[in-house]
C-alpha cells in the first residue's frame, strides 16, 4: 500500500473581499490549522504550486486567508474549488492510537479469530465515534465502530487492522 505524503487541509470556496484573499472551507480535524502554517500547495486539478501565507482571519466556519504576491481579486478569481494540500511533515503530530485516515484506506481487515474480512473501504466521522466500512469484491459490507472493544490492533506498516466482531455487528 502506498503512503500519501500529502494531506488536504481547506477547499477555497470563494474569494473575500478586494485584496486577494479567499475563503477556505477547512477540511482537517484542526479547526485553527491554518494559525501554524506557513505554506501550502495549491492543487487546481491541472497543476500545483507553492503559496506562502501572508495572512489568516477566521469567519464563521471559513478560514480567511491571504498569499503572499496575490493582493488583488484578480489574483485569486480563478482559484475557486481548488484544494489546499501540505506535506505528511506539516500535518498535526498523532496521539497514541491515532490515524490520519489516508493511512487506514485501503488496509486488510480480519477478525482475532482470522478471518478476513476485506479491505477499509471509507471512514465515516460521527460525532460519538468514527465508524469503519470494510468491504470488498465478493465481501458483503460492514461497518465498524472506531472504538478499543472493536478495533483491537492498527499496524499501518503491514496495513493490516485486527478487529473484534462484537455481538450484533453483521455484515450488510
Request: some cysteine; overall charge negative; aromatic content about 6%.
Amino acid at each position: 500500500m502506498k503512503r500519501i505524503e500529502r494531506f488536504q487541509v481547506g477547499v477555497i470556496a470563494a474569494t473575500h473581499g478586494l485584496r486577494g484573499e479567499v475563503k477556505v472551507f477547512p477540511t482537517s480535524d484542526e479547526p485553527r490549522r491554518f494559525d501554524t502554517l506557513k505554506e501550502v500547495i495549491l492543487d487546481t486539478g491541472r497543476a500545483e504550486r507553492r503559496l506562502r501565507i501572508r495572512s489568516v482571519k477566521y469567519f464563521k466556519q471559513f478560514a480567511i486567508l491571504g498569499f503572499e504576491g496575490m493582493d488583488r481579486i484578480e489574483d485569486v478569481e480563478r482559484l475557486r474549488g481548488a484544494s489546499l494540500l501540505i506535506d505528511r511533515e506539516d500535518a498535526v503530530p498523532l496521539e497514541e492510537g491515532e490515524y490520519f485516515i489516508p493511512d487506514l484506506l485501503g488496509m486488510k481487515v480480519i477478525t482475532d479469530t482470522g478471518r478476513e474480512l476485506g479491505e477499509l473501504q471509507d471512514v465515516l466521522q460521527t460525532g460519538a465515534n468514527d465508524v469503519y466500512v470494510v468491504g470488498g469484491k465478493g465481501k458483503k459490507q460492514l461497518l465498524l465502530p472506531a472504538i478499543p472493544d472493536c478495533i483491537l490492533k492498527v499496524d499501518t506498516d503491514s496495513a493490516e487492522m485486527t478487529v473484534h466482531l462484537m455481538d450484533g455487528l453483521e455484515e450488510l
